[in-house]
């Protein structure tokens, strides 16, 4: 059972046509090495936050938005873990036919769905102009300073690199191409659930504080 968000939570409108829409891609098949070489037990995807999988809460916060999404995981039949790489590669070669694809890692409880939709909009307003638009949240932190976040978002010109993608650095060198073609559109966020993964078995101590603050 997916965890719902607490009654009377109000999000954006998504997208009245979903035909235009971004696809969500959700990324489940990674090993967590540094999560049990921290000390962490088994996938951090399936690590109990409040009683549930973490996984669960992503998707949760994914299905609230009202977009279209895949989820990558990894067969059964392949022991080995694929690179982020090969499972963005994967996800945006299950719906080639989208004007775009938002890469969001599994492992983001805490995301707002709000940002997924802000994301999406904004992805889909920028490749109207130009098909080869990233989009990325930028952060602010109670330091005052700003991170970027997730997901990520990309237009249809980047369907075959995202493709061709294979290994551990994922998306980043396409992110990087993305700020050299002057394409990069980052989008202003307070939404701390864009940053906040689960990396090490204390961050899902902070992710269960947060949680139980905003169910109450």
Request: hydrophobic share 40%; with cysteine.
């Amino acid at each position: 059972m997916i965890p719902v968000p607490p009654h009377g939570t109000r999000y954006p409108e998504p997208m009245a046509d979903l035909s235009s829409s971004p696809i969500v891609v959700v990324l489940a098949a990674g090993a967590g090495r540094r999560f049990r070489e921290a000390g962490g037990t088994g996938s951090k995807l399936h690590a109990h936050l409040l009683g549930r999988p973490v996984l669960d809460w992503t998707l949760a916060a994914v299905r609230a938005s009202g977009l279209p999404w895949v989820l990558v995981e990894r067969p059964e039949h392949e022991p080995d873990a694929y690179g982020m790489g090969d499972s963005i590669a994967r996800g945006v070669a299950r719906r080639p036919d989208a004007p775009g694809w938002l890469i969001l890692p599994g492992d983001l409880p805490l995301i707002d769905p709000a940002s997924l939709i802000n994301i999406a909009q904004s992805l889909r307003e920028a490749s109207l102009a130009e098909p080869w638009a990233v989009v990325r949240p930028l952060v602010a932190m109670p330091d005052g300073t700003t991170q970027p976040g997730h997901p990520v978002g990309f237009g249809p010109a980047w369907q075959d690199a995202l493709r061709g993608l294979r290994g551990e650095s994922g998306a980043m060198p396409l992110v990087r191409q993305a700020g050299q073609r002057g394409t990069m559109h980052p989008l202003p966020s307070d939404d701390a659930g864009c940053v906040q993964d689960i990396d090490h078995p204390d961050d899902l101590l902070q992710a269960e504080k947060a949680l139980q603050s905003r169910l109450g």
